[in-house]
């Protein structure tokens, strides 16, 4: 029986959650998962760096082009909208 509570809770504030406006869904989605960051992978962050160094060799070597930080930023507000 305690299953049965257990979703039904959680089918609740699912559907509150999705009730919400985007950014706060957004917000609400960050906090959430910097919640589980003790559950994460601990080789994660790792890679993360590995990736980083990458990703700046190739702009730096010429073989990706940047995108300017206004452009992202309007194309994440809009999305945020």
Do not use: N, Y
């Not at 504030?13 to 950014?23: F, Y």
């Not at 309007?74 to 945020?80: C, Q, S």
């Amino acid at each position: 029986m305690h299953g049965k509570v257990m979703s039904t809770a959680l089918k609740k504030l699912e559907d509150d959650a999705l009730k919400l406006s985007a950014r706060s869904r957004a917000r609400l989605a960050e906090r959430l998962i910097m919640s589980l960051e003790e559950a994460i992978d601990p080789h994660a962050e790792q890679a993360w760096l590995d990736e980083i160094e990458r990703r700046s060799a190739e702009l730096k070597g010429g073989k990706l082009t940047g995108i300017p930080a206004r452009k992202v930023l309007k194309k994440a507000r809009a999305a945020l909208r």
